[in-house]
């Protein structure tokens, strides 16, 4: 008998199985689409003791009860039947495991799916892609603290140490609040691959620097403060070359999404909390994919070509900002949502487990981790104070900008956000009275 049985043994499954293997875990795996007689086992000595199949009942009667069974399928259809064949031939108290990119109102549909047939449930936000996943991942957890308990001697085998010294895996809530962290995390990575990509596109378009010269600055930056993954993974695609080319000389630019950073303006909209940044990252990815319009508009749209001179000291400073609203704006999301949903969602807690494993870990994690209040932010005077100090390189940067016809979304966003949410007079005052105008809607007096 195995100790753990994986469905979905894709990529992100794979690793799983070997992180588990490695680490003296038995594991069975099961896909639909396995071809037996090609045995994974073969291209990956550690899974020489797991088990494989391709039938979906002698999968689930290799594992020891109570079953633990970690689920790694595409949200929609795919899951749907997953879910289905697990509810009719799991045992009561066996424990069904969410762990792809579920949208967390699906995540606890689900979950009240499963307890309706005496079984337990955890949904589970994984971050680290394939390598981290196989080194130590992020795990973020909700569900029934029975499920939890159960795996938790698993998952200190199989996750990473963090800032505070324990492991990357936390329970956030009793249903689907792992989901909706893991949905916050991939929203913050939305605005951080932005960020990093505008800056380049900054550069470049100045004509005054080529991809070492981006890359030395993103590996300075590396050593400061500054550090992060997306950012070191940046300078290494800056240089890389492909039959002698630069790799970002013949790519396209069409960037796709995975609906994550879709579901977190959803929360955003439902809870009325401005998130304008992640709209920007998104929007950028949805325009790089339309390619008639943007066709027509290059051919009507008068731009001349420039050269400008960047002040780096500024673009650091720019940067630094925009990554702190960034946070600010999930923060406010989260304390939203648990002010709205009865959750007790811990921001500490997140930052916590985002700082080893995940694809967000940085040294900024790290800080707002250990030196800001993140629980309470807008009653820590710290990040106010920062916020002072590094605005004007950002005005400098978005000055530059915009004399030369260079977008920059998510730093445009970044200072409309923080000109509106620090100003106690806004241009709403008219919008209410133009409502009570044409739609009677009443007026609130201060």
Known sequence: MTDFGIIGVGRIG???ARNMSLNGIKVS???KN???STDIKTHYSELE???VFDDINKFISSISLPRKVLVLVPSGPSLDEVISLCIKNLNSNDILIDAGNTNPTISSENHQKIKSKNLLYLG???SGGVEGVLKGPSIMIGGDLKAFNEVKKIFSKITSNTI???KSFELFGDSNQGHFVKMVHNGIEYVEMQLISSIYYFMIKSNKYKYDDIAKVFKKWSKSDLNSYLLEISSTKLLEKTDGNFLLDIIDDKADDNGTGRWMLKYGLDLGCSLNMLNAAL???FISKNNNARLKFNNSIKKEIMEYDININSLTDAYSFCRLINYVQAFLLIDSANKNYGWDIS?????NVWSNGSIIKSDLVNTLYKDYSVDNILDDKKIFKTLNELKPGLIDVLNLSLKNDVSLPCFSEALCYINQISSLFLSTRLIQAQRNQFGSHKISIN
Request: overall charge negative.
């Open 14 to 16: 794979t690793s799983f």
């Open 29 to 31: 795996l099961y896909d």
């Open 34 to 36: 396995f071809d037996t």
């Open 49 to 51: 003791s797991s088990l």
């Open 124 to 126: 589970m936000g994984v």
């Open 164 to 166: 505070n010294n324990s």
């Open 283 to 285: 929007d950028s990815r």
């Open 347 to 351: 921001i500490s807690k997140a930052l």
